[in-house]
């Protein structure tokens, strides 16, 4: 399984993952606290973890997060990558430069990216391929405006980037779908756990049998049970509550296996 064993110490690894978009935040000394601070709450845990965690600080800080959780049995992935391996793009960063520092995921499609940066299911394509050939596992991020829920088209808008943006090959253990509404990320709104359900179910029945489905959107160590809960989610995609952690690890608590 590509996940905390490649990295980690004696673990209880389940197939969830809890995942960590740190985006653009933190300087170096905050992301170091960040990773102390994770992998002490994971060592007093004593290996009693119950899912995958991860962690995709900002670009900058992957060297030093990554030396600090070396063997923690915390992974590491990255925010972003380029199609290409290397060449004149100036600003950009390639699947296999991520891989050279450790990481053993990449967040690739997220909605900041197709609505920022104009992103669309083929670039996110091109990127999914990339990280592959780099050996990466893709979180590949999906999901509806309000504007598209309100006019009844979430589940169409969600199935028409799953099928533009997996490239042909994909498997359970180098893809993982993240579905976030673009109206719940970073708002404190939630979809309702029918309409999760329910969008799950969808996605579940489009990619490969045992492909981990995270949820992502304004979810924290307050909300986190009810969704984590529903059938169909395998873990999730976490922003603002990442960025703390004791509010993070109490995300991934929510797999206890104690
Ligand atoms: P949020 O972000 O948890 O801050 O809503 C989630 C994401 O964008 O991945």
């Known amino acids: 399984m590509i996940g905390t064993g490649q990295r980690g110490r004696n673990m209880a690894i389940g197939t969830q993952l809890v995942a960590g978009n740190w985006k653009m935040n933190g300087l170096r000394r905050d992301g170091a606290e960040l990773a102390h601070a994770l992998k002490e709450?994971?060592?007093?845990?004593?290996?009693?973890?119950?899912?995958?965690?991860?962690?995709?600080?900002?670009?900058?800080?992957?060297s030093e997060v990554?030396?600090?959780?070396?063997?923690?049995?915390?992974?590491?992935?990255?925010?972003?990558?380029?199609?290409?391996?290397?060449?004149?793009?100036?600003?950009?960063?390639?699947?296999?430069?991520?891989a050279d520092l450790g990481c053993e995921y990449v967040?690739?499609?997220?909605?900041?990216?197709?609505?920022?940066?104009?992103?669309?299911?083929?670039?996110?394509?091109?990127?999914?391929?990339?990280?592959?050939?780099?050996?990466?596992?893709?979180?590949l991020c999906v999901g509806e405006t309000q504007g598209q829920r309100q006019a009844g088209e979430a589940t169409e808008i969600v199935s028409a980037q799953l099928?533009?943006?997996?490239?042909?090959?994909?498997t359970a253990a180098?893809?993982?779908?993240?579905?976030?509404?673009?109206?719940a990320i970073g708002t404190g709104l939630t979809a309702t756990a029918a309409d999760v359900a329910a969008m799950h179910a969808a996605i579940r029945s489009s990619v490969p049998s045992g492909t981990r489905i995270l949820y992502g959107g304004s979810v924290n160590s307050k909300n986190c049970h009810a969704i984590l809960q529903?059938?169909?989610?395998?873990?999730?995609?976490?922003?603002?509550?990442?960025?703390?952690?004791?509010?993070f690890w109490a995300i991934a608590q929510s797999y206890s296996v104690a």
């Open 41 to 62: 709450l994971v060592a007093a845990a004593d290996g009693e973890v119950g899912c995958n965690i991860l962690v995709c600080p900002p670009a900058t800080l992957l």
């Open 66 to 98: 990554g030396a600090i959780l070396a063997g923690s049995g915390i992974a590491l992935g990255g925010q972003d990558c380029h199609p290409e391996s290397k060449g004149a793009y100036t600003g950009d960063i390639s699947a296999e430069m991520l």
């Open 107 to 139: 967040i690739l499609g997220h909605s900041e990216r197709r609505h920022g940066h104009g992103e669309t299911d083929g670039v996110v394509r091109g990127k999914i391929a990339a990280a592959w050939r780099a050996g990466l596992a893709a979180i």
């Open 163 to 170: 099928a533009g943006s997996i490239p042909d090959g994909a």
């Open 174 to 183: 180098s893809l993982v779908v993240a579905y976030e509404p673009v109206w």
């Open 230 to 247: 529903l059938s169909d989610v395998d873990g999730a995609l976490v922003g603002g509550a990442s960025l703390n952690a004791t509010d």
